[in-house]
């Protein structure tokens, strides 16, 4: 079945497709997924980098300080404890090598308060080696006993806690084997932090001794954990949902741009057509008025079986005529402001015009619906579309066959359905039958869908098509519903 104008009797008959579009358009969808990815990934993981680094070096500079300061508060309370003259401090009794020129107290008094200093050293949590240099950059003590006595002579953060005379910390994640002082008894599972803390004289000038302690501070790593896993989850949750946002509005803006050019198309196409048209017509109605006036005169002279026949031909004269003034109205700029139109009324007026045509290739028509029913439309514009419609049905069945008219009413919104038992269409043809110029008859333009599906949806209704060859085809028209009391307009030719 094939209620489409844009079949041919020959069903072999190559489609000819309408002006060509560009093989290479620029999708704005594809190219925004793909850069605004690009661009958004980059600055997420730019920002997480950032952060993160900011956390850990932060983490640690805190944790440094913090470890400062306790070595350099619990050196002033042991040199207090142990009852030193005034003046006397941590680092002048760090270095045993001096013991003996200790004028102020004894070499046990140093040694003994050397030792509760170091022994608080030893145990602070979460030590992996510690260190003290003596001036000379010796170690003149140690947690691992052999590096006592080494002389560390290359080490660019030891010197320059010794020359800046301020603490010094630096993270790592795996010991350096070229450095001889991260000998650790214990290898290091997740960061380690090294702090160079120094010890002053009683005028707080010059570094008598620099302690050095490497810690992997387990609590500061479960926190630096948990700063990652937050940071990077805000970052990738904030990226993607500015990502989606972004990708949600350019989507709606692609598809509005898409529709707005579908319709610019649509406009320019139906603009040519309607000059087109106007050229045909102006062409065909001499043609045509000579043929109506040779024919009304032959009838006159003919005998009664040659009058029937000349009958026809003035008939469909007069048919070829109205249809090309009414598809010259139709493609004409009109208003959209719709007008209460009979649906049913307009129905029955179009099987009455093509009776001849439905008689002669025997097929059978029959309607179900309402007496009447009124729509939102225009009656030049609905007889169109309705000769369209049954023009393409009696087309697909040349040897008989079926035609259905069916008006249902949906609350605010009328559906007619038309049916045929016709030769029906392909997949591919039933996607194509809306777009202007396509068809696959000889001869054919290929507008009468598309003419119906531009008049619906200029007075807010819709068209829906469905096919499967050698079964038929089914057209749905959904109108706005009228009331039918006001503003009552029909076609010339219809009930009243």
């Known amino acids: 079945m094939q209620m489409l104008e844009n079949q041919s009797v020959d069903k072999e008959a190559s489609p000819q497709v309408g002006p060509a579009m560009p093989l290479h358009q620029f999708n704005l969808l594809r190219w925004f997924s793909l850069v605004s990815l690009l661009i958004i990934a980059s600055v997420a993981g730019g920002l997480g980098y950032v952060s993160t680094r900011f956390v850990v070096r932060d983490s640690v500079e805190r944790d440094a300080m913090l470890t400062a300061q306790f070595i350099q508060a619990m050196a002033q309370a ?31 008094l140093a040694e003994s308060t050397r030792e509760e200093f170091l022994d608080h050293v030893e145990h602070l949590p979460d030590t992996l080696l510690a260190n003290v240099y003596a001036r000379d950059r010796t170690v003149v003590w140690s947690t691992n006993a052999n590096l006592i006595g080494k002389r560390i002579d290359e080490d660019d953060d030891l010197e320059h806690a010794f020359r800046s005379r301020k603490s010094v910390s630096a993270s790592y994640h795996k010991a350096d084997e070229d450095r001889e002082e991260q000998k650790f008894e214990r290898e290091p599972r997740h960061l380690f932090i090294e702090n160079y803390i120094p010890l002053f004289d009683s005028q707080g000038e010059q570094v008598l001794a620099m302690v050095e302690i490497y810690k992997e501070p387990q609590d500061l790593v479960r ?24 990708f949600w509005i350019v989507r709606r803006a692609a598809g509005m741009l898409h529709h707005q050019q579908d319709r610019l198309v649509a406009s320019e196409t139906y603009a040519a057509l309607g000059e087109m ?22 009838q006159l002279i003919a005998n009664p079986v040659a009058q029937k026949n000349i009958g026809d031909i003035i008939t469909q004269v007069d048919r070829m005529s109205r249809w090309v003034r009414d598809l010259l109205v139709s493609l004409r700029p009109t208003s959209d402001e719709p007008e209460a139109v009979d649906l049913v009324a307009s129905i029955e007026d179009t099987r009455q015009t093509f009776a001849p045509q439905i008689e002669r290739n025997g097929v059978s028509f029959s309607f179900s619906g309402p007496t009447e029913q009124w729509v939102a439309s225009q009656p030049l514009q609905l007889t169109q579309i309705l000769n369209s419609l049954f023009a393409n ?15 249902v009413v949906d609350g605010e919104r009328a559906q007619l359905t038309v049916c045929d038992t016709g030769k029906g269409m392909s997949e591919q043809q039933r996607r194509m039958v809306f777009k202007p110029f396509f068809t696959t ?8 869908l598309a003419l119906v599906k531009r008049i619906m949806e200029r007075f807010g209704g819709s068209v829906e098509l469905s096919s499967r060859e050698e079964e038929g085809t089914r057209v749905s028209l959904i109108f706005d519903i009228a009331a039918g009391g006001d503003h009552v307009s029909q076609h010339p030719g219809s009930r009243g």
């Open 441 to 448: 008859k000889q001869g054919g333009l290929g507008v009468g």
């Open 277 to 298: 048209s106007s050229a045909v017509a102006h062409s065909l109605r001499n043609p045509l008025a000579n043929i109506r006036s040779s024919a009304e005169l032959a």
């Open 393 to 407: 049905a009696l087309e697909a069945m040349p040897r008989g066959g079926e035609l259905r008219a069916e008006v």
């Open 223 to 246: 926190r630096i954990k948990r700063g990652y896993v937050l940071i990077w989850g805000s970052t990738l949750a904030g990226g993607a949902l500015i990502y989606f946002g972004l």
């Open 78 to 108: 042991e040199v207090r404890h142990s009852q030193l003259p005034p003046g006397t401090t941590m680092g002048e009794l760090l270095d045993p090598r001096l013991d003996q020129q200790h004028l102020q107290f004894s070499p046990q």
